[in-house]
């Protein structure tokens, strides 16, 4: 990561709109604040990696930052993808152990990071704090296994029928639209292999989808919904 330095006016902002300060008291936003140092990580370039000793807690501020494991063969399978506002491996908070997996930059990103020892002391002082990490973890749980029972539940078209319909309005008119980041990074998130992915949008041209790069239309989405 680049220069570390204290978040700016913008910065500021977002974090306060972030899922881990939105709903802290003001003392305890303050404390975090206080803690908080930003930094430019360029495309590709690691965040931390999978078994190294668990010292800090970052925050997404801008961009997007793909989690994976790999297998023994170096086999990369995602785990999550992480954008502005999200707090990546809140679990870091509690086991204080080391990173369960290896976090990449999938684009250039700003990353706030917080020394984990001191958010540690603040929780301890700050039951709001405590609350908020713990919700967190939660929700990040909740994910996991909503993710899991998706891969099991459903197929490679279904997967990315069900998230493209997130981007399409309930009154059931066509909808146009640019994916937030490029097909292989979808393709992670959606546990699917890239030649899967584009099998499904090939099929998924019968229910009214027309994929052109990143640009999507979807002339029927109660057909898509159908699928």
């Given amino acids: 990561m680049n220069r570390l330095m204290k978040p700016g006016a913008r910065e500021r902002e977002t974090l306060l709109n972030s899922g ?110 405590a609350v908020v990490l713990a919700t967190a973890l939660s929700a990040q749980l909740s994910k996991a296994f909503a993710s899991l029972a998706d891969d099991r539940l459903h197929t490679a078209p279904q997967r990315v029928a069900r998230y493209l319909l997130t981007y399409c309005p309930q009154d059931g008119k066509a909808a146009s639209f640019r994916l937030p980041y490029q097909k292989s990074l979808l393709a992670g998130k959606l546990g699917l292999a890239p030649e899967a992915l584009s099998r499904a949008f090939s099929l998924l041209r019968n229910h009214g989808v027309n994929v052109r790069g990143r640009l999507v239309h979807i002339g029927d989405p109660e057909a898509l919904r159908r699928v």
């Fill in 20 to 129: 881990l300060l939105s709903a802290l008291g003001v003392e305890s936003v303050t404390g975090m604040m206080e803690i908080a140092v930003i930094g430019n990580l360029p495309a590709r370039q690691m965040l931390f990696r999978e078994g190294e000793p668990a010292d800090t807690l970052h925050c997404v501020l801008s961009g997007y930052v793909r989690v994976y494991k790999l297998d023994p063969d170096g086999r990369e399978a995602d785990v999550e993808l992480y954008g502005p506002g999200d707090l990546i491996g809140a679990s870091v908070v509690l086991d204080g152990g080391r990173y369960a997996a290896t976090a990449q930059a999938a684009e250039p990103s700003l990353i706030a990071r917080f020394d984990l020892k001191r958010v540690r002391e603040l929780a301890s002082r700050r039951p709001d704090l």
